[in-house]
Nanobody, 115 residues
């Protein structure tokens, strides 16, 4: 079974940056379109950013200009660089297929933005 492991979250102040990582245990990672999702308390899980196998990207309006997504196929890893973090970015962040959910959800990584 393909495993997904997210990491890199933490407690930061508004305006700080974080880089999240997601490692996917599959030998065909390079063919996957991957996305980062987040779930805030009391809200539905939403797509934050996606990257295709050919590295085309897509972002939610709420993070455009602040977040970037990238991938390293040699490491089976997709990254989410988050800059200028805001309190409303507080959530558990997950990665999965994009735009379709194709993997079992990992445990996620908590991001808390608070002064």
């Amino acid at each position: 079974q393909v495993q997904v492991v997210e990491s890199g979250g933490g407690l930061v102040q508004p305006g700080d940056s974080l880089r999240l990582s997601c490692v996917v245990s599959t030998h065909i990672f390079s063919s996957y379109n991957m996305g980062w999702y987040r779930e805030a308390p009391g809200k539905q899980r939403e797509l934050v950013a996606g990257i295709t196998a050919s590295s085309r990207t897509k972002f939610a309006d709420s993070v455009k200009g602040r977040f970037t997504i990238s991938r390293d196929n040699a490491k089976n890893t997709v990254y989410l660089q988050m800059n200028s973090l805001k309190p409303e970015d507080t959530a558990v962040y997950y990665c999965n297929g994009f735009p379709m959910i194709i993997l079992s959800w990992g445990q996620g990584t908590q991001v808390t933005v608070s002064s």
